[in-house]
């Protein structure tokens, strides 16, 4: 084994402390060589040991009865009824996304797929949660435009070619997400219950198997690239992301469920981040078992790789599987079916140790449980952000008319269609999906069953940064609300947890608490968290990113005939809201776009609305127990920009019919005209239904606050709020809505 030098400054480059190394060299016994420093460096980086976060990711509610898979594998797994499971997750590519936009995101979407194929699940939906920039910002605009045209066509690129429906998701636009882009891409699957695979290296003697693309030094040091904050040389680490082809995944997924079927397989790990050096050692790590591999066998696409490189590579499309002993030439024979290469390269061998070899050579010897368990595991320093009391800001609105208020509102980039991203992706293909993306979760068709399931992404920055717990409960209780509006059971949770460089002690301050605020919500909704992934270091120049919990929320629909849209059906429907109405406009979408309110400062003033579980349990139970009995026409969540805006995108949200119009009266004598129709308060859901069900509803709803507010019918919206009403041609609001973003896109 060759020994090397291993000076400070390199040390310093493998994005290593100096008490980490000298932890390395003690666990280790000698000094590591700069291949077996390569290895510790993407295990001990943040993205891969979590090395900030698992001291307070181990607070958040995992089990639950339909729990199959918890946190730990490449997925969560739930039991959906009927012997049929869903894996999904949601992961980060960020980092790549800001430096080579098209395929960073692209391959988020790559990676994601194989998380969950791996499990044994053949995908079927995508989502994914977007964040940038203000378009329009003067100084990054251009920038922040071109990040968002290229994500797009990445996913929609990988999305398409691969064959999987891209069926919702979210975009949301803020000043901290300028040159921090984030890309979290969500996949799930489904599979019976009797085919779970694991990435464990079981079996003594079995034999260690590369499968799918050569390898090349493409992402090298991807992982440690993701676990650092990014300055003006970023862009130069352009080769340190990777490059995907959807059309090779697609036969690799092909190629894994069949030797899956064939029993010809012990074990199955994707090799994502840090590429082979992390699929082996985990996999040695969950087995409690030890590797020998032999990098000489390595299919390459590039000629003099060194050892080092080989173990680093993130190229993508890569599979590492542990084969059942004597049945390897059947892995091979099925891999070679499908165009693709399947080598021996090693065996799991007795006990705990990672060996590699090239060219005849020991090139690095390892013990596993260094790598994983021994990881660092830091209680970093926390302390809630010093906040200056901030004068009261009174400032005229830029708008006083209410009409104008609301076209101002459609036409935010917060607000406004996001049509322009979803139809650039395949929404349809495989022809499961029963609600098409713009809902308030999309629904996926089990086949050869009445069963559906929805998912959706949520997340709320602003929020979160005013009061980290209060943001983290907002958050599930939206997503859970959105999938309650197409008439499912929230069941499970997966999170992706956006955040800036946990050195800074209020950064983790935010964490810990929205840690804690997802705990309470999730136990309260029972819903249990089963996969997810934290992204820190989520800053350029000093600048950091909102604090950005995303869930993604999964529920059952057990019969698809009770399936809920949020558009207005019938002329004549009876429009009525689901819960309470408080005067939450301190950091509306109205507070910005109207009031003209950065977003410091609303962080500054530290008003956020505040939730009542107990309450949004009641309303999202009611809405069930009204669609289980057919009573309701639509229902839609009531969120960003509030009733006004809820209302407007009911009336031209029906997909498959002409807008219709609709007569609103809003009295409260508590509340200004401003706050009922702009007010962001939670746990609310507008519904209509036919005015013939109404004692039915009424009975149904019972304690539930309940308030009828107006009709469905005519050609303009129509609000009467207090002493203030208005009205407007709703095929305008339509025009508005639906093209304001492509507007700003060509700007």
């Known amino acids: 084994m060759n020994e090397s030098t291993i000076t400070p400054e390199i040390v310093a480059q493998h994005g290593l402390t ?11 016994g000698r000094q ?79 990676g994601i797929l194989r998380d969950v194929f791996t499990m044994g699940a053949r995908p079927i939906a995508a989502m994914n949660s977007l964040r940038f920039g203000p378009l329009g910002d003067p100084k990054n605009g251009a920038r922040n435009r071109s990040i968002i045209k290229g994500c797009v066509e990445g996913i929609g690129h990988y ?17 901290s997400y300028s040159l921090n882009p984030l890309v979290n891409a969500f996949a799930l699957g489904i599979l019976r219950k009797d085919q779970i695979f694991f990435g464990k290296a079981d079996g003594i003697g079995n034999p260690v198997m590369y499968a799918g693309a050569k390898t090349g030094r493409d992402g090298i040091h991807g992982a440690t690239m993701a676990s650092a904050e990014f300055d003006e040389e970023a862009l130069e680490k352009r080769p340190t992301v990777q490059v995907g082809d959807p059309f090779l995944e697609k036969l690799l997924l092909e190629a894994c469920l069949e030797a899956m079927r064939s029993g010809a397989i012990k074990g199955i790990q ?20 030890g590797l020998e591999l032999d990098l000489t066998l390595v299919p390459q696409r590039e000629t ?50 990672l060996k590699i070899f090239h060219h005849g050579e020991l090139e690095a010897d390892l013990p596993v449980m260094a790598l994983t368990d021994e990881a660092p595991k830091y209680q970093r320093p926390m302390s809630p952000p010093s906040r200056v009391e901030s004068p009261k800001i009174t400032r005229e609105p830029r708008i006083t008319d209410a009409r104008e208020a609301l076209v101002q509102l459609l036409r935010s980039g917060n607000i406004c269609s996001k049509h322009w991203v979803y139809e650039q992706y395949d929404s349809m293909v495989r022809t499961n999906t029963a609600i098409l993306p713009g809902a308030d979760a999309a629904v996926i068709r089990v086949k050869e069953t009445r069963r559906a399931i929805a998912m959706c992404l949520d997340g709320n920055g602003k929020f979160t940064a005013i009061d980290p717990r209060m943001g983290a409960k907002l958050a599930v209780a939206e997503a859970a609300r959105n999938v309650v509006c197409v008439g499912a059971k929230p069941i499970a949770v997966t999170n992706c947890l956006n955040f800036a460089s946990p050195e800074r002690p209020e950064v983790m301050w935010s964490f810990s608490e929205v840690i804690d605020g997802m705990t309470e919500a999730c136990k309260a909704f029972e819903t249990p968290v089963v996969s997810g992934n934290v992204s820190f270091y989520n800053e350029t120049d000093g600048a950091g990113i909102l604090p950005t919990p995303t869930i993604g929320m999964v529920g059952i629909i057990d019969d698809t005939r009770k399936l809920v849209t949020r558009g207005f059906k019938s002329e004549g429907d009876i429009i009525a809201v689901l819960g309470i109405t408080r005067d939450d406009l301190a950091a509306s979408e109205y507070a910005q776009t109207i009031l003209g309110r950065t977003t410091d ?17 009641r309303v999202q139970n009611t809405l069930l127990a009204l669609t289980a009995e057919s009573l309701v026409a639509s229902a839609h969540d009531c969120s960003d920009g509030g009733l006004a805006v809820a209302i407007a995108e009911s009336c031209f949200s029906s ?22 129709l702009f007010g962001e308060t939670p746990s609310r859901i507008v519904i209509s239904f036919s005015p013939d069900k109404l004692d039915a509803v009424k009975a149904v709803i019972g304690e539930c606050p309940f308030q009828v507010i107006g009709k469905v019918g005519g050609h303009s919206l129509s609000f009467a709020a207090n002493d203030s009403s208005f009205a407007t041609p709703i095929s305008r609001l339509e025009a508005i809505w639906a093209g304001a973003l492509a507007a700003q896109l060509e700007n």
């Not at 999305?159 to 979210?170: A, D, I, K, S």
């Open 655 to 676: 997909l498959d019919r002409k807008a219709v119009g609709a007569a609103i009266e809003l009295h409260d004598s508590g509340l200004s005209a401003e706050a009922l």
């Open 601 to 617: 400062e609303l962080i500054s003033i530290g008003i956020a609305p505040q939730i009542d579980l107990d309450l949004e349990i």
């Open 18 to 28: 100096q008490d980490e190394y000298q932890k390395i060299v003690d666990l280790m």
């Open 32 to 110: 590591p060589n700069i291949t077996e420093l390569g290895v510790f460096s993407v295990m001990w980086s943040e993205h891969c040991s979590y090395k900030s976060s698992r001291v307070h990711l181990k607070r958040l509610p995992t089990s639950g009865p339909r729990v199959i898979v918890p946190p730990g594998e490449n997925a969560g797994v739930v039991d959906i009824g009927d012997d049929w499971c869903v894996a999904f997750k949601v992961e980060s590519h960020n980092h790549p996304s800001f430096i080579e936009p098209f395929q960073g995101a692209a391959t988020g979407v790559g």
């Open 304 to 353: 003099g790789m060194t050892a080092y490189e080989m173990l680093l590579s993130e190229s993508q499309e890569r599979m590492l599987i542990v084969a059942r002993e004597g049945r390897e030439k059947e892995v091979v024979e099925i891999f070679n079916k499908w165009d693709l290469d399947a080598v021996v390269i090693g065996k799991v061998v007795e006990g705990d140790r």
């Open 159 to 175: 999305g398409n070619c691969f064959g999987v429906p891209t069926v919702g998701g979210e975009v949301v636009f803020d000043e």
């Open 270 to 289: 994707d090799m994502g981040a840090a590429g082979l050096t992390s699929s082996s050692v985990e996999m040695a790590a969950r087995a409690g078992t």
